[in-house]
Nanobody
Framework: VQLQASGGGSEQAGGSLRLSCTAP???????LSWFRQAPGKEREFVAG????????IYADSVKGRFTISRDRARNTVYLQMNSLKPEDTAVYYC?????????????????WGQGTQVTVSS
């Protein structure tokens, strides 16, 4: 059972990127989230959304710049990233929570996608 993330790439500071992650139907009633991992750093929470597409939460570092959304008909979660900064450079992972909504802790999640690289240049 795999989540498939896509949409990464290279962008200049101030630009935008949109990530997508398609989840198997088995996760239709589970929360979905995005994490990221920069070189030499631990994987960190970015944004999460509940099974119904509501109750989004964000890391303070991306609040006001990133928007998470969910299309239940397509079993897909999106991360719209605006006003990108060089410190947003990382591999971004989508993850499915064990329950209807996942929190900020990695232990809340049971399945992970393969990751997609985002590189932001100054």
């Amino acid at each position: 059972v795999q989540l498939q993330a896509s949409g990464g790439g290279s962008e200049q500071a101030g630009g935008s990127l949109r990530l997508s992650c398609t989840a198997p139907r088995t996760f239709s009633n589970n929360g979905l989230s995005w994490f990221r991992q920069a070189p030499g750093k631990e994987r960190e929470f970015v944004a999460g959304i509940g099974w119904s597409g509501g109750n989004p939460i964000y890391a303070d570092s991306v609040k006001g710049r990133f928007t998470i959304s969910r299309d239940r008909a397509r079993n897909t979660v999106y991360l719209q990233m605006n006003s990108l900064k060089p410190e947003d450079t990382a591999v971004y992972y989508c993850a499915a929570a064990r329950k209807a909504f996942g929190g900020r802790d990695r232990s809340d999640y049971t399945s992970w996608g393969q990751g997609t690289q985002v590189t932001v240049s100054s």
